[in-house]
């Protein structure tokens, strides 16, 4: 069976219908949740619990299946318990550090593709990464020199689908900041704009890089580090 490539417009259309179909399905879900005639009357309150976590887990399956930056916006909610009930909270905390990793294929072309001639220097490098988050993974390697190091590498084509991603989570954060029932206490939009200026910094794995560099140069003499 043959792989069909969509064109790239037509792949962003299909992306942008399936995160709409997530929002708008979890607002029919939160709606019919908050229907008092859909629990039976003597188990209210144990059903409500029950729906409750049944929605957070299916939230958090779906952010995973969205990818990287929906990911990143569930770890970010995931310290919000003034957003969000309890039990979302603790289910999107799963996205911390339960996110898989992508292709070890992938990840050394894009080495290839980023050190060029410099990707002679490493040696040798472990498929199985040390660990995988919504952004990048990392991977033990040896270089030439003998030097053992780690390679932080950031999931392939993450900016542009970022930027789309970011672009419609703000025409969602619109959508509930014009309805009173869930914008009441919420900054919505305000949330939105936080988390663009946050992620699209952090995409930049050079500011990281010299965060790296003052916090080895602060703690040369300190031999517990």
């Known amino acids: ?18 995160i709409w179909r997530t929002v708008f399905t979890l607002l029919i879900l939160l709606w019919w949740d908050s229907q008092s005639w859909t629990y039976r009357s003597d188990l209210i309150n144990k059903q409500k619990q029950v729906r409750q976590k049944n929605r957070a887990k299916w939230l958090t399956k779906e952010l995973l299946h969205l990818g990287s930056a929906f990911i990143k916006i569930g770890q970010l909610l995931s310290a919000r318990p003034d957003v969000l ?13 339960k996110v898989p990793p992508f292709e070890f294929t992938e990840a050394q072309n894009l080495l290839r593709k980023e050190l060029g001639s410099r990707y002679s220097e490493v040696i040798d ?3 199985t990464p040390l660990a995988a988050a919504s952004l990048a ?9 003998g030097n053992e190091v780690v390679l932080k590498i950031q999931r392939p084509g993450l900016e542009e689908l970022f930027r789309l991603d970011l672009e419609v989570m703000k025409q969602v954060a619109e959508l509930l900041q014009r309805n009173p029932n869930w914008s009441n206490g919420r900054d919505w939009k305000g949330m939105a704009q936080e988390c663009k200026r946050v992620l699209i910094r952090e995409l930049d794995f050079r500011i990281e890089a010299q965060y790296a560099a003052r916090f080895r140069q602060q703690f040369l003499d300190d031999q517990q580090i």
Do not use: F, G, Y
Request: hydrophobic share 45%.
């Open 1 to 18: 069976m043959k792989c069909i490539i969509l064109p790239d417009p037509v792949r962003k259309l299909l992306r942008v219908i399936h």
């Open 137 to 145: 993974q990392v991977h033990r390697a040896n270089l030439r020199s």
């Open 85 to 97: 009930p309890v039990v979302w909270v603790t289910e999107l905390a799963d996205l911390q550090d």
């Open 125 to 127: 490098i472990d498929p």
